[in-house]
């Protein structure tokens, strides 16, 4: 029996929206500030996914200069209606801890496939972010959206409104209507028809460790709409020990068979230890265990769980095990992760706690029935840099890849970077980066560079944003000339570990490495790509997450190559390929 393993889409690839079209499915995902905009993955059974491409590739169509952290592109939704795709997407461009504003525009592209070409966006309006386009089956078009109130005193998350959308026209028409308002944080709403109710599914509670999908339903599109009597479809609020952390954000599919499947966020946590030795206080501890320390570097990630609909019309999890699995000969694992996956209603005061229909994720999930598997084939982990452009798991900070800073064509087999602003900046990095799919990994490049100044850099870089990275480079010293070093930016604070550097004028070329273990990462360098030496200390590979530092974040954990030159020169930097081999646990 073939069997859904979570995450599916593993490495930072958070807030996924489904469509099936006839036997195929595609997802949606979130990129931030990263380039190209809104991830596009495609399967034909939900267990093997490829990245098809992206919808967001021109600048006419995002504009991400100046973004902040975890700024952009929030929350794509995808569906199909009419014989095309259509997206919705928000650029947030503002955002953050003590912020009263979200200066925002939410727009709408379509293509006739998913590889497009996709259209210009059409603005549509400002008043919220995680919209969603509802196609209801009148013909009618709706955006639902939540509404943000910045006024003084006011609760945030203001509700959830609807209003309907003219295709003809191309905009917006008719009134505005709040259909619903909570005192949990409300976002990410998506519209369903079934047996003649609208079900609308939200996120709630934020996407750390209070996260989760709530439901409520009503006869009429505008409402009034009734809550679920179960306040959670799908969270890891109530579970600590779940593997699967931060549940929530989804939306669902149904399979020709007539089949449902849930497509939510979660993230794989490392457990540091107890809060009370912690260097300072986390960020965001879970509700449920006040006292451990845990970090998710990998980001929020795509999973699956099958769900079902109940006799009086609600959704819920369908996470039992199944015969058919059990004969697979993985019973000791999978009674573990059952276990795991029991969720229990908070006792009231006196009474004894009882137990409610699971909410909590499965790792392992029964594929859907009747489908033959549809592998694809693996991508290298290797990129020798001899096609002639980027394939479409690079990925670079807010604007594109391209010839005037990365080139492909300027030395045959060598990918050349020409040095621009420093890492902080918000416009103009060159730098290249990959996803960490998983807790151990390696990366590997070789580079040959000569620079003049101490303006002048480059070299392997684990990053997760403007304020947190760790950097393996090459630089210049008045002293000693060229030299190898490391620089640290940690939560916006900037040093170089004098401890780490190495005189390295006469060395012909630089073989860089990145060695990540759980918590643990070692940068090491050689000359010629067989001696190795570790280049300064062990560095906390889990500071590159969400749940460190003194901001919100949202994306995950990037290695790759970069070079800088303040100094203005373009100074460039060689190199002749990039390696990343991620080791998953489970295989």
């Known amino acids: 029996m073939s069997v859904i393993r979570n995450p599916v889409l593993r490495g930072f690839n958070p807030d996924p929206s489904i469509v099936r079209v006839g036997g195929d499915y595609f997802l949606a995902t979130s990129t931030f500030e ?51 795709f259509w997206l919705i997407y928000t650029n947030v461009r503002t955002c953050g801890m003590g912020r009263p504003f979200k200066d925002v525009g939410i727009y709408l592209t379509t293509a006739p496939a998913i590889d497009g070409p996709w259209s210009e966006p059409i603005a549509l309006n400002s008043i919220g972010f995680d919209p969603s386009l509802f196609h209801d089956d009148d013909g009618r078009k709706w955006l639902v959206n939540m509404m943000w109130d910045f006024r003084p005193g006011r609760n945030r998350f203001a509700g959830i409104v609807v209003q309907e959308y003219d295709p003809a026209a191309r905009r917006l028409v008719g009134p505005m209507t709040r259909v619903l308002a909570k005192d949990i944080l409300s976002e990410g709403p998506n519209l369903y028809k079934r047996d003649g109710w609208y079900y609308l599914m939200l996120a709630e509670g934020g996407t750390g460790w209070n996260h989760g999908i709530a439901l409520a339903r009503s006869r009429a599109i505008t409402g009034p709409y009734e809550l679920d009597p179960q306040p959670a479809v799908l969270t890891t609020r109530d579970a600590p020990g779940s593997p699967l952390q931060k549940a929530g954000h989804g939306e669902l599919v149904s399979t020709p068979a007539g089949e449902w499947f849930l497509a939510h966020l979660a993230a794989r946590p490392l457990v540091l230890g107890r809060v009370a030795d912690a260097p300072r206080p986390p960020l965001d501890v879970h509700p449920a265990d006040r006292a451990t320390l845990r970090r998710c570097p990998l980001g929020r990630e795509t999973c699956l769980q099958r769900v079902r609909w109940t006799d009086d019309g609600w959704l819920r999890l369908d996470n039992a095990p199944t015969a058919d699995y059990r004969r697979s000969g993985k019973r000791e694992f999978f009674a573990t992760v059952v276990a795991e996956n029991v969720s229990f209603s908070r006792p009231v005061s006196g009474e004894t706690q009882t137990r409610s229909a699971p909410t909590t994720p499965a790792l392992l999930v029964s594929a859907p029935r009747g489908v033959a598997p549809h592998p694809w084939p693996t991508p290298p982990t290797r990129d020798d840099f001899d096609a002639p452009q980027l394939d479409a798991t690079w990925a670079s900070l807010r604007g594109p890849i391209d010839e005037s800073w990365a080139s492909l064509a300027a030395r045959p087999g060598w990918l050349r970077l020409r040095g621009r602003e420093s890492l902080h900046s918000l416009f103009h990095q060159s730098l290249v980066a990959k996803r960490v799919t998983e807790h151990r990994a ?103 997450s969400d749940d460190y530092g003194s901001a919100l974040h949202f994306t995950g954990a990037f290695v790759g190559i970069c070079a800088q030159d303040l100094g203005g020169a373009g100074v460039t930097a060689d190199f002749a390929h990039f390696e990343l081999r991620c080791v998953r646990a489970d295989e």
């Open 442 to 544: 390696v990366a590997r490049t070789r580079m040959e560079f000569r620079p003049e100044h101490f303006t002048q850099a480059a070299g392997l870089i684990c990053y997760y944003d403007t304020r947190t990275h760790f950097y393996l480079r090459v630089t210049h010293d008045e002293t000693r000339g060229r030299v190898l070093g490391i620089a640290v930016t940690d939560d916006g604070a900037y040093s170089e570990l004098a401890d780490a550097a190495l005189d390295v004028n006469d060395w012909p070329a630089f073989h860089l490495q990145a060695e990540i273990d759980g918590t643990r990462l070692q940068f090491s360098a050689s000359r010629d790509g067989t001696a190795w030496q570790p280049v300064g200390p062990v560095l906390d590979f889990s500071k590159l």
């Open 34 to 84: 990263w380039w190209p905009g809104v991830q596009l993955h495609h399967s034909r059974d939900l267990v093997h996914w490829r990245l098809a491409g992206h919808a967001l590739t021109r600048e006419s169509q995002l504009n991400l200069r100046g973004i902040t952290d975890s700024g952009g592109v929030w929350a794509p939704s995808l569906s199909h209606a009419d014989g095309k």
